[in-house]
């Protein structure tokens, strides 16, 4: 070593160091790496990601083969630099070059590397995949020696090593990246996202039409009647009963079906339209939505009745339905919207309509009633009061102050609603 010269013991020292610094920095980056963005890459075709994919695979193999070399380069630096400086200072200078080394190789190998990793990790994973898949082909049987004993004494300490590494993602953690993917996924497709991750928590019983707003063609009425109704239909499809909806439903009435047997007067007629009914498809409450929007699809069907565990109808809900939880309200709907159901005031008030649903409530102002039990603004409050009130009567749910406006049929139908703390509720109603 005396024979070396200190230019080249210092030009060693500098390249060691710089190889200390890739193993650092390409460690790193590779353990920084985006696995969802990598794989699309691989996928994409990308070198650098399909090499970084496969030596993430095995990530003990990867940790293993980076620290010996890292370690090996470490050492011989080490080495290198005690005999630079004993050279300039003698004895003392295995002190100074320890200390000198160990500032250089935590700023210069350590440090900055593995932040400038961690800031740009696909530019330093990618890139440095090449050259760490060429060592590792070089020195696996040592990787998978080293790997041996270390894998044993594990063992030996008595920690389990069968459990894999999971790297699936939980909804809530998909909910993030949505929330978190900025400009990059666009604000109205974000909600649809959240939307569908949504659909599992609401049933069908959030958002059907309630039974008492189903429209339907009652043949026990006289035929002008039954003539007006499928002449002024809304919809493309109504219920056909008999007597009661509850107790004898027919079928379900396609009103186009209903002109087209119009075309023959004499043979149009209730037993016509009997015969022209699609069987009903019955939903069971508390279905949902995300099962419910796979049920369509495998019966091929747009359109169902919710009943309950006595078989008693408790409302409607189409397809059209749970694909307005997704992308928002259509223009057409069975339904009155939240818009036509509230009316902002000037002094700060609500009015709201009693079959208001709960959840659009909450949607729309950021309310927090709870949506457990009724769903509707009506069922809340006669749930809170546990009677049916009379016009005027003032009441308070989840700090909203609630004077009722208008009650019949034993419903609420409007109520005058106040969030308390913005002086509107001193108002006089």
């Known amino acids: 070593m005396d024979s070396i010269p200190l230019s080249t013991l210092f030009i060693a020292l500098i390249v060691l160091l710089i190889c200390s610094a890739y193993f650092s920095g390409s460690e790193t980056g590779l353990l920084s790496l985006n696995r969802y963005r990598m794989r699309y890459l691989a996928g994409q075709g990308h070198s650098g990601a399909r090499k970084a994919e496969n030596l993430l695979k095995r990530t003990d193999t990867l940790l293993g083969l980076v620290l010996i070399f890292n370690n090996m380069v470490n050492i011989a630096a080490s080495a290198i630099s005690t005999i630079i400086g004993m050279r300039l200072f003698g004895d003392a200078g295995v002190a100074i070059a320890t200390g000198a080394l160990t500032f250089v ?47 044993l004494l594990i063992k030996l300490l008595g920690i389990k090593t069968d459990h894999k590494a ?33 659909l599992e928590q609401v049933t069908v019983d959030d958002i059907m039409v309630p039974r008492n707003d189903i429209g339907g063609i009652d043949l026990d009425d006289d035929w002008k009647a039954i003539m007006r109704q ?22 379900m009435l396609r009103v186009r079906e209903a002109y087209r047997l119009m075309l023959d007067k004499n043979e149009f007629n209730k037993e016509t339209l009997v015969r022209a009914v699609d069987e009903i498809y019955f939903i069971p409450e508390g279905t949902p939505l995300n099962t419910q929007l796979l049920n369509f699809k495998t019966n091929k069907e747009r359109i169902g009745l919710v009943v309950d565990e006595y078989g008693d109808l408790k409302g409607l809900i189409t397809l059209e339905d749970i694909l307005e939880e997704i992308v928002g309200e259509f223009t057409t709907s069975m339904t009155p919207s939240i818009e036509e159901e509230v009316r902002e005031q000037s002094d700060g008030s609500v009015l709201i309509d009693g079959q208001a649903n709960i959840r659009d409530l909450n949607k729309l102002f950021g309310w927090e009633l709870s949506t457990e039990g009724p769903r509707t603004f009506n069922g809340l409050i006669l749930e809170h009061l546990e009677e049916i009130p009379v016009a005027g009567t003032v009441c308070e749910i989840e700090g909203l102050l609630i004077t009722i406006l208008e009650v019949s049929d034993n419903m609420v139908k409007q109520a005058k609603v106040v969030r308390k703390g913005t002086g509107a509720e001193k108002i006089k109603t």
């Not at 993602?169 to 991750?197: C, N, T, W, Y």
């Not at 919809?235 to 008999?242: C, D, M, Q």
């Open 105 to 151: 190789m935590l700023v210069f190998s350590e440090i900055l590397p593995k932040t400038l990793a961690a800031m740009y990790p696909e530019k330093v994973g990618f890139t440095s995949s090449h050259l760490l898949t060429v060592l590792l082909k070089i020195s696996l049987p040592l990787v998978y020696f080293i790997n041996f004993f270390t894998k």
């Open 230 to 251: 499928l002449n002024h239909a809304a919809h493309s499809r109504v219920v056909l009963y008999k007597g009661n909806m509850d107790q004898n439903v027919l079928g």
């Open 166 to 198: 999971h790297h699936s993602i939980s909804q809530e953690e998909l909910r993030s990246i949505v929330h978190e993917s900025g400009k990059f996924i666009p604000s109205a497709h974000q909600d649809m996202l959240l939307s569908i991750l949504d």
